[in-house]
């Protein structure tokens, strides 16, 4: 992973770790969206500005790529770079959270 990459995601908005997350299997926008209020209880919602602003980023930072295509509907899938990206960002949120409980973690 180059310093481009970690600079620019880490860490990561609320909504790319959403949409990262959602990823992990081939989804369109609206999906993604749809998927995201239901996780979060309507808490979080991502507007399609955001969404597809966000997803072609990541499509050119090379974190998704087009699982398939048809008339205007683009189905995205998460890459190895990715998984490694949303990975890293789930591990820094696990120790945000047990140290916020007072635990102390062994670096």
């Known amino acids: 992973m180059n310093d481009r990459i970690k600079r ?5 908005t609320e909504s790319g770790f959403y949409i990262l997350f959602c990823l992990q299997t081939p989804q369109h926008g609206y999906g993604i969206s749809q998927q995201v209020k239901k ?16 997803l072609s980023k990541m499509e050119k930072d090379r974190l998704i790529s087009i699982y ?5 509907r683009k189905l995205y899938q998460i890459t190895d770079l ?3 990206v949303l990975t890293n960002e789930i591990s820094r949120i696990e120790r945000l959270y ?3 409980r007072g635990e102390n973690i062994d670096a």
Request: proline fraction near 3%.
């Open 8 to 12: 620019v995601y880490y860490p990561m």
């Open 98 to 100: 047990k140290n916020s």
């Open 39 to 54: 996780m979060t209880g309507g808490c979080v919602t991502i507007s399609a500005g955001t969404m597809y602003g966000t």
């Open 68 to 72: 398939s295509e048809d008339d205007k």
């Open 82 to 84: 990715g998984r490694e």
